[in-house]
């Protein structure tokens, strides 16, 4: 098994825990997307894509936390004045989050610049 498959492996199953967990699920599913950015980098294809996707899945319909972005000024009369600036944050890094691995794989996985590829100028 090659490195970059084995880090792939343990952010897929990060984010496979974070899934499941409701609190602490969400910061979970960053980790596992950082890890799968650096399995990104090292060439790692597939099982990015995989944990791109699932992380998407349950940003979407299973992190309540980012269902309530812009809408939190509804539940208190008092917040009317002052925007959800931590669920704006909370977002934000999420997109950045699933966007940085698709893009490690596009611009990383080209033999000469991926991690784990990286040719030496007498072997050319």
Do not use: N
Not at 44 to 66: K, N, Q, Y
Not at 93 to 118: D, Q, Y
């Amino acid at each position: 098994m090659k490195a970059s498959t084995g880090v792939g492996i343990a952010g897929l199953s990060l984010a496979i825990i974070g899934a499941i967990l409701p609190i602490i699920g969400l910061w979970i599913g960053w980790v596992a997307l950082i890890i799968v950015f650096i399995a990104a980098l090292m060439g790692e294809r597939g099982l990015t894509i995989a944990t791109v996707i699932l992380s998407a899945v349950v940003f979407l319909f299973l992190t309540p936390s980012l269902w309530m972005t812009g809408s939190l000024h509804v539940v208190t009369p008092e917040a009317q004045y002052h925007e959800p600036a931590v669920s704006q944050v909370t977002l934000a890094v999420s997109i950045v989050l699933l966007i940085a691995p698709i893009l490690a794989m596009i611009l990383f996985s080209t033999g000469k610049l991926a991690l784990g590829k990286r040719k030496l100028p007498q072997d050319s």
